[in-house]
DNA sequence: ATGCTGACGTCGC
DNA sequence: CGCGACGCCAGCA
């Protein structure tokens, strides 16, 4: 187990499929608190500059909502790469979200080759 | 050193 | 069903 929880968030969401999202919440229950949500959010906000790069842009809340685009440098970095990566970004919220969303515990249930 | 704030989510009333 | 409070972690004044 990490003893770093930020450097545990960053491994999951290096993790996430392209073209896939996840949550906040998803991460933090994933890491065993599911109560850290919060601890995750600020993870990312710390993921700027760390190697190998954060995708943190497939981070969103639970709403679908791109609550983090602020901290992209640009309002619509965020929503322009999700778009480039297939998924449908429209007024700051992922539609089809349910259908995007990639649960980090989908890693336990999938056996390694 | 102490307190507040900030990319959230769940539980309680 | 709506609103409030708590939990979590780190950075900064």
Redesign the pocket.
Known sequence: MER???AAVYDVVRLVPHGRVT????I??FLG????????????????GVTPA?P?HR?????GVL??????GSENA?ADRLRAEGISVVDDTVHHFRDVFWDPECLLQQPSP
Do not use: I, P
């Open positions: 770093d929880f930020f949550s906040y919440g998803a933090a229950k608190s599911g109560r850290s949500a919060r601890a995750v959010g600020y993870a990312m906000n710390a993921s700027h954060v943190a981070v969103v809340n639970r709403n609550s983090g685009k602020h901290h992209f965020m």
